[in-house]
């Protein structure tokens, strides 16, 4: 069974650094790509951000330049660093394994999430 779990939220102000992790098991990891997604309560959940198994990585013009998405298949994780966040970045964020065509898709069931607050 696919299980993703997510972590490394919490409370910063505007212009810090957070580092979202998202430990995932029961896939083989390396050969899938993955994505960050972020949810505000009341709107749609937005794709953040996708890694490839070639770890090629596309992001959403809102945090390109200030987001690096990253894997290392060796621990089965994928990572979203963070940096200059804006209180708009607020959200809860999300991890899952993907299918990139046109469009990206999302394959899994999603985990709970981790909180992330900005402060202004």
């Known amino acids: 069974q696919v299980q993703l779990v997510e972590s490394g939220g919490g409370l910063v102000q505007a212009g810090g650094s957070l580092r979202l992790s998202c430990a995932a098991s029961?896939?083989?990891?390396?050969?899938?790509?993955l994505g960050w997604y972020r949810q505000v309560p009341g709107k749609q959940r937005e794709l953040v951000a996708t890694?490839?198994?070639?770890?090629?990585?596309n992001y959403a013009d809102s945090v390109k330049g200030r987001f690096t998405i990253s894997r290392d298949n060796t621990k089965n994780t994928v990572y979203l660093q963070m940096n200059s966040l804006k209180p708009e970045d607020t959200a809860v964020y999300y991890c899952?394994?993907?299918?990139?065509?046109?469009?990206?898709?999302?394959?899994?069931?999603w985990g709970k999430g981790t909180q992330v607050t900005v402060s202004s």
């Open positions: 899952n394994t993907v299918m990139i065509t046109r469009t990206t898709i999302p394959l899994g069931n």
């Open positions: 029961g896939i083989r990891f390396s050969i899938n790509a």
């Open positions: 890694i490839t198994d070639g770890e090629n990585t």
